[in-house]
């Protein structure tokens, strides 16, 4: 199927996001659960930088997509919570808090406009009940957005460990809950249907 994508924006604040009334779908996750890796795999193509590095992505990277006949929509890469480089690359409290500042003042930015959207929560598939990604779960509902899970990483698991983990994030989280790979493909086509229904709700 013929997938068109390219990279519109980096947003680093409301004023910067397209104005245009494209649904959005955002991708938001710990930081390395590997947002960007998955962008690329559902486009098929290098459109999203990646790193090896975590707290690399600090803007909400905006791409626009079309899958098929689907209706074209944003994707936007919002930036990874729970980590930050302080000076000369050491991690620090000073530099997670400004990290923190600046990543809720962005998302905050990407909920508070008028329009269309969803957000797809990424957890690890092997690390499954982290507190952050609860957190984040418990805040993420607390806004008008439409909410899926996403497990990434799946080909790291056995097969006995994917269904387990599979059964426990479902749990955990009260729905069902797609399991991915960027690296095989494994999930790519569910993740999409997914994000062609996903943004449901609208914010006047």
């Known amino acids: 199927m013929q997938i068109a994508a390219e990279f519109i924006v980096s947003a680093a604040s409301a004023k910067d996001f397209p104005r245009d009334g494209l649904p959005e779908v955002a991708f938001i996750g710990r930081s390395n659960v590997g947002k ?56 620090g409290q000073g530099a997670r808090d400004e990290a923190t500042r600046e990543f809720g003042t962005l998302v905050e930015s990407f909920f508070n ?11 690890d598939a092997r690390h499954p009940g982290l507190e952050a990604d609860l957190e984040a779960a418990r805040w993420l509902r607390s806004h008008p957005c439409a909410l899926g899970i996403v497990g990434t990483k799946v080909d790291k698991l056995t097969r006995a460990e994917r269904d387990r983990h599979a059964r426990e994030l479902e749990t955990l989280f009260q729905v069902p809950v797609a399991l991915v790979s960027a690296h095989t493909g494994e999930g790519l086509d569910d993740l999409w249907k997914m994000i062609a229904s996903l943004p449901r709700q609208t914010v006047a």
């Open 113 to 123: 406009r008028p329009g269309s959207r969803g957000v797809m929560l990424l957890v």
């Open 36 to 91: 960007s890796s998955l962008i690329n795999a559902l486009v098929k193509r290098h459109v999203a930088r990646t790193s090896g590095a975590p707290g690399k992505t600090r803007l909400a990277n905006v791409y626009r997509v079309q899958r098929g006949s689907m209706p074209p929509r944003y994707l936007v890469d919002l930036p990874g919570y729970g980590y930050a480089r302080g000076p000369r690359g050491r991690s």
